[in-house]
C-alpha cells in the first residue's frame, strides 16, 4: 500500500494502519478525513480498506477473481491474505487511490 500510494504508514486509531489521506462530504454535508487506502488485521479477518460505496458494483469482474472474501461497502474481509489472487488485490487498490485522487472518476472499473 506504501508503494502504490507513495504514502508512509500511518495509524488511524488504535487499529487501522493507513496510507495517505483524503477528504470527504456526504450529502448530509457531515465531512471529514480518511486514508486513501488501508487495513486492519482483526482476530476474525483481515480488513483492507478501499473505496467508498459498494465495491460489488463497481468491481465484480475483480473480486469474482480475488479469491475467498466478503466484502461491505468499502472493504474487504480476507480470512489469509495467502488466499487470494495478489494481482487483483493490487489492482483494487491503485483503483481506490485513483479514485481518491480524482484521477479516474469518470471510469470506476
Excluded: N
Excluded at 448530509?28 to 486514508?35: F, K, M, N, W
Amino acid at each position: 500500500m506504501g508503494e502504490l500510494t507513495g504514502e508512509p504508514a500511518v495509524m488511524w486509531g488504535p487499529s487501522i494502519v493507513g496510507f495517505g489521506s483524503y477528504h470527504y462530504t456526504y450529502e448530509s454535508g457531515r465531512s471529514g478525513d480518511a486514508p486513501l487506502v488501508g487495513f486492519s488485521p482483526r482476530k476474525q479477518h483481515l480488513v483492507v480498506y478501499l473505496a467508498d460505496g459498494s465495491l460489488d458494483e463497481r468491481h465484480a469482474a475483480l473480486l469474482a477473481r480475488l479469491g475467498p472474501h466478503r466484502s461491505g461497502k468499502g472493504c474487504l474481509y480476507l480470512k489469509r491474505l495467502d488466499d487470494v489472487d495478489q494481482s487483483v488485490l493490487r489492482h483494487l487498490i491503485e483503483r481506490t487511490v485513483q479514485v481518491h485522487r480524482g484521477v479516474d472518476r469518470a471510469s470506476r472499473q
